[in-house]
């Protein structure tokens, strides 16, 4: 399954110009310099770059030229990038010399700002990568959450919800990253426990799970361990315990063991008419 990221763009019409100051009247158009003095940006937040997308963009420069100016600012040995990687990169791909780019004097932080602002206002980050840039903004800018929000036009929430996936475990989020699960699955997935965070995003994928979905199912792996009360006497049993989770998590839904004087008994639950049929197929190996 390939589950894009429901991810809300509204908010970015200030865009990168409330990063930078407008351009004097009196200061020169973007003007075209040598490819060989450009050096990558050290804080580009995009981690990933899919190469048929820049050979597709190198194939339209060789064409058209490129429309779209870069913006560099400038360093002792030449130029260093702050926006405008992928056409940077595709110039070179299509045996360009140089290529038009904006000049302007920018801090550390503002190179990192301007191009996460550019990124997101592209939707070129996925949101591991987005959560990483504002990682590195918190920690070596110290900017608070607040800060960022009012920096690239998103809520404080949202920024705390995306910084939040650098919790989860790292499979969960090489899944975001390649893009079989949402954002949306992955905060459904979060505060489980390691294991039961790739348990459950197994089953996202090969069940094609929607974020609703998923959100039910970890609220009921949650439930087991949120009463303490009723498991305590089991656990000095940790065979019934194993067992009880191993049904968990192969039937998917909530499931109790208690021991009786005669035996013992097993309560397996569900929540609509679809769940109880896929319940009896993995028990019987059938159809209902």
Known sequence: MTARPDRQQGG????ISALIPQRPANVAAPTEIPLARIRPNPYQPRRGTVETAIEELAASIR???????????????????????????????????????????????????????ENIQRADLNPMEEAHAYRQLVDEFGMSQEAIAQRV????????NTLRLLDLDPAVQVAVTDGHISEGHARAIGGLEPRAQVHLLGTIVSRELSVRQAEELARRLREPGTQGTRRQPRLADPDLE?????????????VSLARTRRGGRIVIEYYSDEELGRIYERLTGGPA
């Open 242 to 254: 194993r067992v009880e989770e191993d049904l968990r998590r192969s039937l998917g839904t909530k």
């Open 63 to 117: 064409e058209h030229g490129v429309l779209q100016p870069i913006l560099v600012t400038e360093v002792l040995d030449g130029y260093q990038l702050v926006a405008g990687e992928r056409r940077f990169r595709a110039a070179q791909l299509a045996g360009l010399e140089r290529i038009p780019a904006v000049v302007r004097q920018l801090a550390d932080r503002a190179q990192l700002e301007v191009a996460l602002v």
């Open 153 to 160: 036009g998103r809520a404080r929430t949202t920024v705390a």
């Open 12 to 15: 970015l019409g200030r865009g």
